[in-house]
């Protein structure tokens, strides 16, 4: 017997201390919380105040849930998975761009109304619901995936754990655009014709340092995608729902990257002669 | 059709999850004109929340494994209603479709040796599935999502399919609204692929995002395909149980694959109490076997948490009915007790769990490094759907396809864990390039102009509507009201009084839903949407409903309280469900041909 009865009963108690532990404040337990949600579209909007019973383990979404099936049938808002995996739910939860199905009740003073609207770097399409196609175009210029030919003869290739972990953080991505909505370039600046900024500053390092991608993509991330404007302020690191070190493990290295293809000669030489004898292998 | 706004393709894809935009990868690859139509942003679909992995018989970490152990498992688990050329086809082709997801820039985690690695899973005799962590489910839709933004492909994003146009017999289009503004559109096309997905929000513990809600199976049946398997409703066992609000979101049964134990309240681990007889050969006979089988000791059986979902589901719900049951009604999982084995047990589990890890901190402040997680049974999966040929993915209506969780066949009585991410890739790629010849060898069906105005005119009524006494309802409580009924009376376990009931009360939700009234204007008005979605949501409950009452066995996914043991009587045919005249179902059962003599052998083999 590997799970000895000592272990057994270590789980059946730290399982009903977990079970007390919450059913001292919830389920049985309601309260009266107030919201404001702002209701508008295109052409402006205002903040409107609702109330909802709200119960220990609630998050955001389940209220705007609440409010929407009790008093405002046509509240728009954007959601799939209620578990942080889509990335669907962004909006600014007093002030802070969130995944609202990933902010718990109990985590906000709820003295104060919760104010909830929609990402303020995109344009508003009806209440929390924002234009966000822009990002999907952003994607269709970057320069697409090539592998290196297969290192096996099925057609295969082989990569090692420890080279994939970096690229396998940046793909943890839910593309939720919390981070493009903080990024002042966009926010502030409005540079979207000129910057692509951190969701695909992210991406783009995830196929520049993909073990297999053959693609040169720094003069495109110099000029097109305009990596000069981050001035790396590590607002996209801190609303990243993902955890993902944006700024510092794929943003500073590309800036790296960069640097040495277009302002170091040396390097650039370097790398240009090395990149050709890894092609011509 | 000047009133609307019309688009026209040669493939039109329903639905952009994995089977959707595998199947418009293919299409296009084909060099015809693909449009492809969801109903959320691009990537958000319910794909993107698988988290186990995808199974395929790559025999990277067992070189046993081959397509025809995983062509056995398969059809062991489905109880043998599978359509078992579709298993063939899936086991054959998985390997393939796998690879070329690498080859495209998905990044599963590695073996030593450099290679895919793979995890076990429920009902699979080897280590089969390919993973990343816990969420495999977004690197596929991912890494599909970024290969076909350079296709060529028309992306017609937050846009519902409402109605589905037909020439005659065949499918000459279909008709849609666009969430953003309302308006509605035309799709013409000679091909038709439908990609929904699955029915599990018309149940109210699910894992299910918002979108199932049965729109492809119902589209399908409205156009006049038959429906096949509906019965067969799986209910995963492990969906969290608390707090309230999360209740139903999936524990992935990776937890179970990396040495997760299932236990009562009394510290039991109870699943060894009732190992099946088809899986007693395969099935570890102590704990200690059951560990060295998760550590990947080739010689040790898999532990009884592994067992098929259907069985373990069944098991949970023994447990709870009996009063063996954790404080929320369901049972423990627990993962951190394995630092009894391993040294730095915590790391361990945040690497090989991450999602699940941070899920639990986050959602009910639960560590599960150190603390069991309660879990219980919830909505999952249909493996009944639209009836298709197995190689073509063509319905019984020409030029209408269907793939992935929207079809039927591959999975029969009961769905293996992984199956279902191997089912998009290898069928979805199927449906396109079957739908792309078909739409080369067949020119577009005439649209009927008065028929999209009746159709329109329909999707327009609750906007009408007045409020005065039963007519001024709002959508979600007729949506809830479903939900909580087929929860209780058409769940896991059922019978034949409350299914009768259930038919009744089906009848009355829908008089109530077509006098639902909807407030505000057409701009992105869920309340809208939720309103159209309950046709379909009504539809499929019936199908369910109805095969549910004609199967009159227990088998897999389908459990019968008043029949609960399995009979060979029904054993040899599946359940459809067809459209009578008047718009009413019908059922029907169709005997599953006879397996080919190779097939019969390997199954045989693998006993």
């Not at chain 1, 940046?170 to 493009?180: G, M, V």
């Not at chain 2, 990868?25 to 993107?48: E, M, N, W």
């Not at chain 2, 494994?65 to 082709?93: C, P, S």
């Not at chain 2, 095969?547 to 359940?575: C, M, Q, T, V, W």
């Amino acid at each position: 017997m590997t799970a000895p009865t000592s272990v057994s009963r270590d789980i059946v108690e730290s399982g009903q201390r977990a079970a007390r532990r919450s059913d001292s404040s919830a389920g049985s337990q309601t309260r009266q919380a107030r919201f404001r949600v702002w209701r508008g579209d295109s052409s402006g909007g205002r903040f409107e105040d609702y109330e909802t019973q709200i119960s220990e383990g609630m998050v955001v979404l389940d209220a705007i849930h609440q409010i929407q099936a009790e008093s405002a049938n046509d509240l728009a808002v954007r959601w799939n998975c209620k578990a942080g995996k889509c990335g669907s739910c962004s909006a600014e939860v007093n002030g802070m761009p969130r995944l609202m199905c990933m902010t718990r009740l109990n985590d906000l003073d709820l003295e104060q109304p919760v104010t909830v609207e929609p990402m303020r770097a995109f344009p508003p399409l009806r209440d929390l619901v924002t234009d966000v196609s822009w990002n999907f175009e952003v994607k269709k210029r970057i320069a697409k995936f090539k592998p290196r030919p297969p290192d096996a003869a099925d057609g295969t290739w082989r990569m090692a754990q420890a080279d994939v972990d970096r690229v396998q953080e940046f793909r943890k991505c839910i593309e939720c655009f919390l981070c493009q909505d903080v990024c002042h370039v966009l926010r502030d600046h409005s540079k979207h014709d000129s910057f692509i900024g951190p969701r695909f500053l992210t991406y783009v390092a995830a196929l520049e340092m993909h073990p297999l991608d053959t693609v040169v993509r720094t003069a495109e991330l110099k000029e097109a995608h305009g990596i000069g404007y981050c001035n790396i302020t590590k607002c996209c690191t801190k609303v990243c729902p993902e955890n993902i070190a944006i700024t510092d493990n794929a943003i500073i290295p590309l800036k790296e990257r960069v640097v040495d293809d277009h302002y170091d000669p040396l390097s650039a030489l370097v790398r240009l002669f090395r990149r050709k004898l890894a092609r011509d292998d | 059709m000047g009133r609307y706004d019309t688009h026209q393709h040669d493939v039109l894809i329903v639905g952009a999850g994995g089977a959707g935009l595998r199947a418009a990868i293919a299409a296009a690859a084909a060099g015809v004109r693909v449009g492809l139509v969801c109903k959320s942003l691009l990537g958000k679909a319910h794909t993107v929340m698988a988290e186990g992995g995808v199974a395929a018989a790559l025999a990277n970490v067992d070189d046993r494994d081959n397509w025809r152990v995983h062509f056995a498992d398969t059809m062991r688990g489905g109880q043998y209603l599978n359509n078992w050329r579709m298993a063939e086809l899936h086991a054959k082709e998985a390997p393939a479709r796998v690879n070329e997801l690498e080859a495209w820039g998905a990044v599963f985690d590695r073996t030593t040796d450099g290679r895919i690695l793979q995890r076990n899973f429920g009902g699979h005799k080897y280590p089969r599935l390919a993973h990343v962590g816990d969420r495999t489910g977004l690197e596929m839709i991912r890494t599909l999502q970024d290969h076909a933004v350079h296709l060529g492909i028309d992306v017609h994003m937050e846009c519902t399919v409402i109605s589905l146009l037909k020439d005659g017999d065949r499918i000459a289009g279909a008709l849609a609204y666009d969430r953003d503004r309302g308006r509605f559109r035309v799709f013409h096309a000679p091909a038709v692929v439908l990609a929904t997905g699955g029915i599990g929000r018309a149940f109210h513990i699910t894992s299910n995002s918002w979108e199932y809600t049965g729109d492809g199976q119902s589209l399908a049946f409205q156009a006049g395909a038959a429906l096949q398997d509906m019965e067969f409703v799986q209910f995963h066992p492990t969906g969290m149980v608390w707090p309230p609000s999360v209740r139903g979101i999936l524990v992935t049964e990776g937890v179970r694959g990396e040495g997760g134990i299932l236990v009562n309240k009394d510290g039991r681990r109870f699943m060894f109490d009732d190992i099946p007889e088809n899986y007693r050969s395969q099935t570890a006979d102590s704990e200690e076997e059951g560990w060295r089988y998760v550590q990947g000791d080739k010689n040790a059986r898999r532990p009884p948490e592994l067992l098929t979902r259907d069985h373990v589901a069944r098991c949970i719900v023994r447990e709870v009915r009996e009063g063996r049951g954790s404080p929320h009604g369901g049972v423990f999982l627990d993962i951190s007790w394995i630092k009894s084995k391993i040294t730095d047990a915590p790391a361990h589990i945040r690497k090989k769990l991450p999602s699940m890890y941070h899920q639990f901190k986050q959602l009910a402040d639960i560590d599960i490094t150190s603390e069991p997680m309660e879990v219980g049974p919830t909505t999952h999966y249909v493996m009944g759907g639209i009836r298709v040929d197995g190689d073509t993915q063509m319905s019984t209506v020409p030029g209408l396809f269907a793939a992935g969780e929207s079809a039927a066949g591959l999975h029969g009585a009961n769905r293996l864990g992984g199956n279902s991410l191997s089912d998009l890739i290898v069928f979805g790629k199927r449906a396109g390039e079957y739908a792309a010849r078909y739409a080369s060898d067949n020119v577009a069906g005439n649209i009927d102009a008065a028929s999209v105005e009746d159709t329109v005119q329909q999707a327009l009524e609750p906007f009408g509507r007045t409020g005065n006494g039963a007519a001024s309802e709002g959508p979600y409580q007729v949506q809830q009201e479903l939900q909580e009924m087929m929860q209780e009376h058409v769940g896991i376990v059922r019978t034949e009084s409350e299914m009768n009931s259930a038919l009744e009360s089906i009848t009355r939700l829908a008089e109530r839903a077509a006098r639902v009234q909807v407030n505000g204007n057409r701009d992105y008005n869920p309340g809208w949407h939720t309103a159209l979605d309950l046709s379909n949501l009504l539809a499929v409950s019936e199908a369910v409903t109805l095969s549910a009452l004609e199967r009159k066995e227990s088998r897999g996914g389908h459990f019968r309280n008043d029949y609960p043991e399995k009979d060979p009587a029904f054993a040899g045919f599946n359940i459809l469900v067809h459209r009578n005249n008047d718009g009413s179902m019908r059922i029907s059962r169709e005997p599953i041909p006879e397996m080919r003599d190779d097939l019969k052998q390997i199954i045989e083999e693998n006993k």
